[in-house]
C-alpha cells in the first residue's frame, strides 16, 4: 500500500513538473494565435478566444448603369474600408476571416476573402504601412486597388458561382457595429444587405501561413526572401547545421584515433589535455581577433563565414571519441594488423562501425547547440538571404513594425523542429547514452 501510494504521488510530481516545464511553450503557441490586442488582455489568458468569421454582403444595383470598370472600382473601394474598417475597429469581437460579397439584382457578382494576418500585414510592412487607418488613408490614390489586387477577389457583373459557400446573410449581433462603422465612419457606396458570423478554430492555426510569409513582406527588394521568405532561413540553418555535424563527427574521430592507438600515452593525454583546454576558452575572448582575421580572408557575409568556423574539431567530442577508441578490445586491432590491414582500414572498419553509439552523441549535440545559435553568425552576415533563424528572428523582432503574435508565431515555428526531433530520437538517445558508458 506504501509502495503504490509513493508511486502515484512520484507521478502527480513529475506531471506538475512537466506542466511548469512546458507553460512557457504553451503561453508562447496560444499568444501566437491570439490577435495582437488580446495578447495584452489583464488578467491574461491562457487559451485564445474563439476565431470568428466575418461576412459582409453589400448591394450595388443602384450602380447598374455603370460600366464594369467603374463598378469594380466602387466595390474596390468598399472591399478595402469593409475589411480594414471591421478588423481595427472591431478588435474585441476576434475577426480573422473578412469575407465580402457584392450583388447586383440579387446576384453575387464580387467576393473576396482575406485572412485577418494578411489585412495586419498589409498595414504593417505592405500597401498602408506605417499609415492611420481611415476613409482618405484607405482610398488615397490607388492604394485601395493595389491592396484589392493583393488580397484577391472573383468578379463578373453577369454573376459569380456561388462556389464559396456563401450562406444567406442576414441582421444579426454584429450588423449594427458594421452598419454604423460603414455608413458613418467609412461612407462606402453601396448597401450594407446584412452580415453573418461563423466560428472557425481552424483560423488561428491559419495565422502561421502568414507568420512564415512575414519576411517577404519586410524584406521585398532581396530577391531570395521575396521569393521563398521564411523558408530561406530554415535552409541556411539547415546547411550550416548539417555541415557541422559532418564536420563534427568526422574530424573529431579523425583528431581522436591517434590519440588513441598512434600515439604513446604520454603525448596523447599532452594533446587531449591540449583539446579539452581549447573548450576553457570563452568565445568572447577570440571573437574580434577571429572577426577580423575571417573579414581580412574574405569570409563575411557569405556561406564560407558560416561554415569554415566548423572545421575546428571541438575538443570534448575528441574527448569522447578517445575514451570510446580506447574501450575497444586490442585484439581487434592487433588481428587487423596481422593481416596487414592500415592505419586507415582499421579507422573506416573497426573503429568508425563500432562508434554509432559515439557518432548519434556528437550529431545531436551538434545540431543543438548549432540550432539555437546566434551570436557569430548575427556577426558575419548582413544580406537577409544569408540569415539563419535566430538572427533572422532577432532582426524581425527589432522591427517596431512587427507585432508581438507574429513574433511569437516564428518563435513555434523555430522551436518545433527540436522539439519534434527529440521527441522522435528519444529512444535512440537513451541508447546512446547508455551504450557508450556515459550516465545520462
Known sequence: MKKSSLTITSYIVSILFALLILYPLIYIISNSMKDNVKIYDIPPKLLPDTAQSLTIEMDYSAFEHLTDEQLLDKIQQDQILAMFSSVYEL???????????????????????????????????????????????????DRYIRASNKIGYTFDRNGIQKAHNITTVEKDEIYD???????????????????????????????FIYYFQLPSWMYPKNEVVAKYSFLIFI??????????????????????????????????????????GTTMIPFVSVMIPQFTMFKRLGFYDNYWALLVPHLLPYGFFVYLYKGFFDRIPSSLFEAARIDGASNLYTFTKICMPLSKPIISIVALQTFLSNWSDFFWAWMVTERQNLWTLNVALYNISQNKAVKQNFVMGLSVLTILPVLFLTVIFSKHIKASLASSGIKG
Not at 574530424?251 to 598512434?262: D, E, K, Q, Y
Open 177 to 207: 457595429k458594421v452598419s454604423k462603422n460603414l455608413a458613418d465612419k467609412y461612407e462606402t457606396n453601396g448597401v450594407l444587405k446584412g452580415t453573418k458570423v461563423k466560428k472557425n478554430n481552424l483560423l488561428l492555426l491559419e495565422s
Open 91 to 141: 478588435t474585441r469581437d476576434s475577426l480573422f476571416e473578412l469575407k465580402f460579397v457584392g450583388t447586383m439584382n440579387g446576384e453575387d457578382i464580387f467576393y473576396s476573402r482575406a485572412h485577418r494576418m494578411k489585412l495586419e500585414l498589409e498595414k504593417d510592412t505592405g500597401v498602408y504601412a506605417n499609415a492611420s487607418i481611415n476613409r482618405k488613408v484607405l482610398l488615397y490614390e
Open 235 to 276: 535552409i541556411n540553418t539547415l546547411i550550416v547545421v548539417s555541415w557541422a555535424i559532418i564536420t563534427q563527427v568526422v574530424l573529431g574521430a579523425i583528431t581522436a584515433f591517434p590519440l588513441s592507438r598512434m600515439l604513446s600515452k604520454k603525448a596523447a593525454n599532452f594533446w587531449l589535455l591540449f583539446f579539452l
